[in-house]
Nanobody, 124 residues
Framework: QVQLVESGGGLVQAGGSLTLSCAASGRTLSRNAMGWFRQAPGKEREFVATISWSSDYRYYAYSVKGRFTISRDNAKNMVYLQMNSLKPEDTAVYYC?????????????????WGQGTQVTVSS
C-alpha cells in the first residue's frame, strides 16, 4: 500500500517562502508522474503543479507560475514544492498525489494515490 505524507506547511507572511515535501512509501514511484493540488475553504480542489517521472516536463497553474517550483528525487521517493512570493490567496490545504502513469497531468482523475494534506496559511 502506497502512502504519501506531506510536510512543511505552516503560517507565513505574504511575500515569504515555504517548501513542501512529500514522502512516498510502500513502493517506488519513480515511474509515476507526481502532482500538487490544493483546496481552500469553500472552494473546489485545484491543480497547482505536476512533474513527469523523468522530471523532463513540469507544468504549473497560471496562478503560481513563476513563483512555485516542483521537483523530485526519485532515489529518495520524494517530491517537493518550493513556494516563493506567497500571497494570501495561496492559503489552502496542499495535497501531494501520484499519477497512474508517467506523464505530467493537471487532471485530478489521473491520480490514484493522495496524501492527507498539509495546511499553508499566508497572512497579509
Amino acid at each position: 500500500q502506497v502512502q504519501l505524507v506531506e510536510s512543511g506547511g505552516g503560517l507565513v507572511q505574504a511575500g515569504g517562502s515555504l517548501t513542501l515535501s512529500c514522502a512516498a512509501s510502500g513502493r517506488t514511484l519513480s515511474r509515476n508522474a507526481m502532482g500538487w493540488f490544493r483546496q481552500a475553504p469553500g472552494k473546489e480542489r485545484e491543480f497547482v503543479a505536476t512533474i513527469s517521472w523523468s522530471s523532463d516536463y513540469r507544468y504549473y497553474a497560471y496562478s503560481v507560475k513563476g513563483r512555485f517550483t516542483i521537483s523530485r528525487d526519485n532515489a529518495k521517493n520524494m517530491v517537493y514544492l518550493q513556494m516563493n512570493s506567497l500571497k494570501p490567496e495561496d492559503t489552502a490545504v496542499y495535497y501531494c498525489a501520484a499519477a497512474k502513469g508517467g506523464l505530467a497531468s493537471s487532471i485530478g482523475e489521473d491520480y490514484f494515490y493522495w496524501g492527507q494534506g498539509t495546511q499553508v496559511t499566508v497572512s497579509s
